[in-house]
Nanobody, 120 residues
Framework: QVQLVEFGGGLVQPGGSLRLSCAAS????????MRWYRQAPGAQRELVAS???????HYADSAKGRFTISRDNAKNTMVLQMNTLKPEDTAVYYC??????????????WGQGTQVTVSS
């Protein structure tokens, strides 16, 4: 079994910053792609940023220049640094990871989500 847990959500004023963390644990052999998604009320879940195991990153247009994704392969963790936050960034943020387990099974796993609210 593999578990993903997100940390770091909260309430922040427009223009502020938040740092989200995601920690993976369990029967992990290797983590390939790691991603941050978000889902605002009434909207579909959307990809915010992704990072593969070699460090290559991809950002949604809405995140470019403001968000930075990083990971620590040794610790099975991922971070999303969010700067210059806007009210439209308000959403539940989910981490997702493509994991090969010790039993050589490869699946995609999700965290439970963490709320980010940008409001004055």
């Amino acid at each position: 079994q593999v578990q993903l847990v997100e940390f770091g959500g909260g309430l922040v004023q427009p223009g502020g910053s938040l740092r989200l963390s995601c920690a993976a644990s369990g029967s992990i052999f290797k983590i390939y792609n790691m991603r941050w998604y978000r889902q605002a009320p009434g909207a579909q879940r959307e990809l915010v940023a992704s990072i593969i195991d070699d460090g290559t990153t991809h950002y949604a247009d809405s995140a470019k220049g403001r968000f930075t994704i990083s990971r620590d392969n040794a610790k099975n963790t991922m971070v999303l640094q969010m700067n210059t936050l806007k009210p439209e960034d308000t959403a539940v943020y989910y981490c997702s990871a493509d994991v090969m387990t010790m039993l050589a099974l490869r699946n995609n796993y999700w965290g439970q989500g963490t709320q980010v609210t940008v409001s004055s």
